[in-house]
């Protein structure tokens, strides 16, 4: 990694910090205290809320998707069954037996992190493109179940109580707003801890090359499923926030689709940057939002807008997703990384 | 009688599996955008329903070479995340185009074939299903001949065996991948149609794209025949465990059988039936 000019690593805890001068330390102070206070700018509306919410809901799901697919190789395209899991687990647990949300969203991650490692253990045998079919099985599967089994509400889906702090209830968009935030700071800080510490090296050893891996002494079985764990209890959470948020849980909330923009995010982002993961969900979800916004007011274009307007942004999002692998394979993060060094030496060249 | 179109839309993805290492999880949009063009030129333009069924092909083959052209040729080299990621997004982006040309509604064909049932005895078969069993093993029949006997499916078995083995001999391995994905997007076009003139043409006849992947994972994804055979197989299985399991259940097991099939084939024998294992070294 490198370090703006004069900063030497002269002790492990310099070494090992995240935020290393004092500049670093004002931009990430002020961006955090930006955050909490962005709602009481004049131009954030509910609408505006709204969309923010499912961006950063959507972020915590491919910060762990990043882990699993972009450090520890392993493709899932069922990540939106997984959130399912979460989001299910969540309104269930206070639907039913009244379990209050700080503890049921921890089980929101667990039991999806459990799903996960069950759907992820094909990953012991198979790898590539058979993993990716197993994980559209899982997908498929996953909701097949919660649509036909009436204990887990069938087709008109679970209500979920709102989540509650003594006698504040956590039910309009904007204290929505500060718990998905706070959720998302502390996953984005897990997210970037685990790709640093062993387990994340032992990842990154898995995803260059599993045999050599195996060699080196990093049991495949226990990292694979944890990596498995680890993607899919993010997904949990992300699905228990959704619960929370949307108030109403349903098996349609969660298609496909969704579960391959999130792997779109990641190649946007780029792979194995947690930054990646931030810049890509933004980048797509804010595409989509965008089109979704302005496509009605296109329909005097022929062609363009009206009914047709969720099939174009379908096509749009596909379309930045395909232009990103094919230029910019490592992502838009790689793309700032050059750009943050190129500055840092500007005079010189290298 | 659903396996003998599970076999043809199979042998689709495993010809490009074969010879360019791709997965293409996108095959389901092939038989969307055949169907689609088909219903375009016979009922929109009006033109002789076999007249648009040839121009559907020769639209298919061009479409065909152009995904391969401009999204998997730079891909070359790329890991397999990236290709698995642009097999997928290629899905939804094709989905995206369909639903934005042609709407999300459901059109039907002019009937080329009669609607009456065939009795055999006590038998009763449904005369189109019967033909567009007949018409996929016939296209299966075909392109088994055209990879034994003519140069182009030669080139192609032999990049399918070896890239720079193939290159050292004077195929153009590039080539031979455009027209792979011609063929497989010509064999979608003809699932397309038939599909589409069973079940009505829609954006929905996508999803059968991702059950017959289960079919090349249980033939093996490099094998032909194991296509073929599982395609038959899925078919039955499919039937019976429908008009037996359903009941007890409650129904709607048609959705999600083929997953649950194939993650059963994946725990057990990732390889499928015929196809070669992969030994890997260091």
Same mark, same amino acid.
């Given at each position: 990694?490198?370090?703006?000019? +004069?900063?030497?690593?002269?002790? @492990?805890?310099?070494?090992?910090?995240?935020?290393?001068? =004092?500049?670093?330390?004002?931009?990430?102070? +002020?961006?955090?205290?930006?955050?909490?206070?962005?709602p009481?700018? !004049?131009?954030v509306s509910n609408y505006l809320l709204r969309i923010i919410n499912n961006i950063v809901i959507a972020m915590i799901l491919v910060l762990g998707l $990043?882990?699993?697919?972009?450090?520890?190789?392993?493709?899932?395209?069922g990540q939106g069954a997984f959130m399912a899991v979460g989001a299910y687990t969540v309104a269930l647990l206070g639907h039913k037996l009244g379990v209050p949300f700080w503890l049921s969203l921890p089980a929101a991650g667990l039991s999806a992190g459990i799903v996960g490692v069950i759907f +992820?253990? !094909?990953?012991? =045998?198979?790898?590539?493109?058979?993993?990716?079919?197993?994980?559209?099985?899982a997908q498929f599967i996953i909701l097949w179940i919660v649509r036909h089994v009436h204990a887990f509400g069938g087709v008109s889906g679970v209500p979920n109580p709102p989540a509650a702090i003594g006698t504040f209830t956590i039910n309009s968009q904007l204290s929505n707003y500060y718990l998905i935030i706070v959720v998302a700071i502390i996953m984005t800080?897990a997210?970037? $801890?685990?790709?640093?510490?062993?387990?994340?090296?032992?990842?990154?050893?898995? /995803?260059? $090359?599993?045999?050599?891996?195996?060699?080196?002494?990093?049991? #495949?079985? /226990?990292?694979?499923?944890?990596?498995?764990f680890i993607g899919c209890f993010f997904a949990g959470i992300a699905g228990g926030l959704w619960a929370n948020l949307i108030g109403h849980v349903q098996d349609e909330q969660f298609p496909l689709i969704n579960s391959?923009w999130y792997?779109?995010?990641?190649?946007?982002? +780029?792979?194995?940057?947690?930054?990646?993961?931030?810049?890509?969900t933004?980048?797509?979800l804010?595409?989509q939002e965008?089109?979704v916004?302005?496509?009605?007011? #296109?329909?005097?274009? !022929?062609?363009?807008?009206?009914?047709? @307007?969720?099939?174009?942004?379908?096509?749009?999002?596909?379309?930045?997703?395909? #232009?990103?692998?094919?230029?910019?394979? /490592?992502?838009?993060?790689? =793309?700032?990384?050059?750009?943050?060094?190129? @500055?840092?030496?500007? !005079?010189?060249?290298? | 009688?659903?396996?003998?179109?599970?076999?043809?839309?199979?042998?689709?993805?495993?010809?490009?599996?074969?010879?360019?290492?791709?997965?293409?999880?996108?095959?389901?949009?092939?038989?969307?955008? %055949?169907?689609?063009?088909?219903?375009?030129?016979?009922?929109?333009?009006?033109?002789?329903?076999?007249?648009?069924?040839?121009?559907?092909?020769?639209?298919?083959?061009?479409?065909?070479?152009?995904? &391969?052209?401009?999204?998997?040729?730079?891909?070359?080299?790329?890991?397999?995340?990236?290709?698995?990621?642009?097999? *997928?997004?290629?899905?939804?982006?094709?989905?995206?185009?369909?639903?934005?040309?042609?709407?999300?509604?459901? &059109?039907?064909?002019?009937?080329?074939?009669?609607?009456?049932?065939?009795?055999?005895?006590?038998?009763?078969?449904?005369?189109?299903?019967?033909?567009?069993?007949?018409?996929?093993?016939?296209? *299966?029949?075909?392109?088994?001949?055209?990879?034994?006997?003519?140069?182009?499916?030669?080139?192609?078995?032999?990049?399918?065996?070896?890239?720079?083995?193939?290159?050292?001999?004077?195929?153009?391995?590039?080539?031979?991948?455009?027209?792979?994905?011609?063929?497989?997007?010509?064999?979608?076009? *003809?699932?397309?149609?038939?599909?589409?003139?069973?079940?009505?043409?829609?954006?929905?006849?996508?999803?059968?794209?991702?059950?017959?992947?289960?079919?090349?994972?249980?033939?093996?994804?490099?094998?032909?025949?194991?296509?073929?055979?599982? %395609?038959?197989?899925?078919?039955?299985? &499919?039937?019976?465990?429908? %008009?037996?399991?359903?009941?007890?259940?409650?129904?709607g097991? &048609?959705?999600?059988?083929?997953?649950?099939?194939?993650?059963?084939?994946?725990?057990?024998?990732?390889? %499928?039936?015929?196809?070669?294992?992969?030994?890997?070294?260091?």
């Amino acid at each position: 990694m490198q370090l703006p000019s +004069g900063t030497i690593n002269d002790s @492990y805890e310099k070494d090992m910090a995240i935020i290393r001068t =004092r500049w670093q330390w004002v931009m990430f102070i +002020g961006f955090v205290v930006l955050i909490f206070v962005f709602p009481a700018f !004049p131009f954030v509306s509910n609408y505006l809320l709204r969309i923010i919410n499912n961006i950063v809901i959507a972020m915590i799901l491919v910060l762990g998707l $990043n882990i699993l697919m972009g450090y520890a190789g392993q493709v899932s395209l069922g990540q939106g069954a997984f959130m399912a899991v979460g989001a299910y687990t969540v309104a269930l647990l206070g639907h039913k037996l009244g379990v209050p949300f700080w503890l049921s969203l921890p089980a929101a991650g667990l039991s999806a992190g459990i799903v996960g490692v069950i759907f +992820g253990a !094909p990953s012991l =045998r198979v790898k590539g493109v058979y993993l990716a079919l197993a994980t559209i099985a899982a997908q498929f599967i996953i909701l097949w179940i919660v649509r036909h089994v009436h204990a887990f509400g069938g087709v008109s889906g679970v209500p979920n109580p709102p989540a509650a702090i003594g006698t504040f209830t956590i039910n309009s968009q904007l204290s929505n707003y500060y718990l998905i935030i706070v959720v998302a700071i502390i996953m984005t800080f897990a997210a970037k $801890n685990i790709a640093r510490s062993k387990i994340g090296r032992a990842f990154v050893a898995i /995803r260059d $090359n599993d045999l050599a891996a195996e060699v080196m002494g990093i049991s #495949l079985f /226990r990292y694979k499923l944890l990596a498995f764990f680890i993607g899919c209890f993010f997904a949990g959470i992300a699905g228990g926030l959704w619960a929370n948020l949307i108030g109403h849980v349903q098996d349609e909330q969660f298609p496909l689709i969704n579960s391959i923009w999130y792997t779109g995010m990641i190649m946007v982002g +780029g792979q194995g940057y947690t930054l990646g993961a931030i810049i890509g969900t933004f980048l797509l979800l804010g595409v989509q939002e965008i089109v979704v916004l302005y496509g009605p007011s #296109l329909s005097h274009i !022929p062609g363009v807008g009206g009914s047709g @307007y969720a099939g174009f942004s379908q096509f749009l999002m596909a379309l930045i997703i395909v #232009l990103f692998i094919i230029f910019e394979p /490592r992502g838009l993060a790689h =793309r700032w990384q050059i750009f943050k060094s190129s @500055y840092r030496l500007h !005079p010189f060249s290298y | 009688m659903n396996g003998g179109v599970y076999a043809l839309i199979a042998l689709g993805i495993v010809l490009i599996y074969k010879s360019t290492r791709v997965l293409n999880i996108a095959q389901g949009q092939f038989l969307v955008v %055949g169907a689609w063009i088909a219903f375009t030129f016979s009922s929109k333009i009006g033109l002789n329903i076999w007249l648009s069924f040839f121009l559907t092909l020769v639209a298919a083959i061009i479409i065909g070479f152009l995904i &391969e052209r401009f999204t998997f040729r730079p891909l070359i080299g790329q890991p397999i995340s990236a290709l698995i990621t642009m097999t *997928i997004v290629l899905m939804a982006g094709i989905e995206g185009l369909v639903l934005w040309i042609w709407g999300g509604w459901v &059109e039907t064909f002019p009937d080329f074939i009669p609607r009456e049932p065939i009795r055999m005895g006590n038998i009763v078969l449904s005369q189109q299903l019967l033909w567009m069993f007949i018409i996929a093993m016939v296209f *299966i029949g075909g392109f088994a001949l055209f990879f034994k006997y003519t140069r182009t499916g030669l080139a192609m078995r032999a990049t399918a065996e070896d890239h720079q083995v193939a290159q050292s001999v004077g195929i153009s391995v590039k080539t031979v991948f455009g027209q792979t994905w011609a063929i497989a997007a010509l064999i979608g076009a *003809i699932g397309g149609i038939i599909l589409g003139s069973l079940y009505g043409v829609s954006y929905q006849l996508g999803e059968w794209g991702l059950k017959v992947l289960t079919v090349a994972i249980i033939g093996g994804l490099d094998s032909i025949p194991g296509a073929i055979v599982a %395609g038959l197989m899925l078919g039955l299985l &499919e039937k019976v465990a429908t %008009g037996y399991v359903d009941p007890i259940i409650g129904g709607g097991l &048609e959705a999600v059988f083929p997953f649950v099939i194939l993650l059963i084939v994946l725990m057990i024998k990732p390889y %499928g039936l015929f196809g070669l294992k992969e030994i890997e070294r260091i």
